[in-house]
């Protein structure tokens, strides 16, 4: 058995065979480089619906103290008999749970809008992600 390699052969092979064409790294760069402004975006985006969730958290939170405290003063000053005091404080307490409700389905707006804006941020980036690809292939 002889070994009877032929380099010259083996390049007649290699340079017949029809590679596929380099990407284009500077383009690989670029869209690279808008993935990464993306994320940055989506993520301030994120952090800013998270600050707003956090102001509204805190607004929220005084104004219950100062209602809780108003009710205090109210039901300790109220006159009348028991029967008249209890059905004042159903009233309150019926009026806070609808206020907490209310505050509930606000911040969840807030966090549903915010969440919103970051991914449909994602969601172009990808979608050009896409196309960017498709022309890369098709060169």
């Known amino acids: 058995m002889t070994n009877s390699f032929n380099p010259e052969e083996m390049m007649r092979a290699f340079t017949s065979m029809k590679m596929p064409g380099l990407p284009d790294f500077q383009a690989f760069a670029d869209a690279q480089k808008r993935n990464l402004e993306a994320l940055t ?3 301030k985006l994120a ?6 969730v956090g102001r509204r ?3 929220i939170i005084q104004q219950v103290m100062a209602e809780m405290t108003q009710a205090m003063q109210s039901l300790s000053a109220a006159d009348g008999s028991p029967n008249a005091k209890a059905a004042h404080q159903a009233e309150m307490m019926k009026a806070a749970y609808e206020r907490a409700v209310a505050n509930m ?3 969840a707006e807030l966090i549903q809008k915010s969440n919103g804006e970051a991914v449909g941020v994602l ?8 196309e960017e690809v498709k022309s890369l292939v098709k060169a």
């Open 41 to 43: 975006t989506a993520n």
């Open 123 to 130: 969601n172009r980036r990808f979608a050009e992600a896409l």
């Open 57 to 59: 958290n805190m607004e």
């Open 47 to 52: 952090m800013e619906g998270a600050q707003a």
């Open 105 to 107: 389905q606000e911040i």
